[in-house]
């Protein structure tokens, strides 16, 4: 059994549907005319931006938890470290 063949007027709406897409794709997504942003002009600010710990206190302890982690993930380094140089413990591919 054949394909089933576009009527004219499907092929009508595809060969529309394209010419829309094909539009949006060249046309900024806003209708209005955006105006240059001029940077020369505007103030620069040199001041460094502070946080306050008591404003943010999931940020203490988002900061407390990766510490916590990165200390443990060094002191398991250097355990496995040890026991490796010191042939208590062997790996057949690790030698030292």
């Known amino acids: 059994m054949g394909k089933k063949r576009k009527t004219y007027k499907e092929k009508i709406i595809a060969d529309l549907r ?9 046309k900024p997504f806003s209708l209005e ?7 020369n002009n505007m103030p620069i ?13 999931y940020l203490t302890k988002d900061i407390f938890k990766t510490g916590i982690l990165t ?12 026991l490796l140089k010191n042939h208590i413990l062997v790996l057949p591919i690790v030698k030292y």
């Open 18 to 26: 394209r010419k829309v897409y094909s539009l949006e794709a060249q």
């Open 33 to 39: 005319a955006k105006e240059p942003k001029i940077i």
């Open 45 to 57: 600010s040199n001041q460094a931006t502070t946080v306050s710990i008591s404003s943010h206190p």
């Open 71 to 82: 200390g443990a993930i060094l002191f398991l380094q250097l355990v496995l470290y040890f």
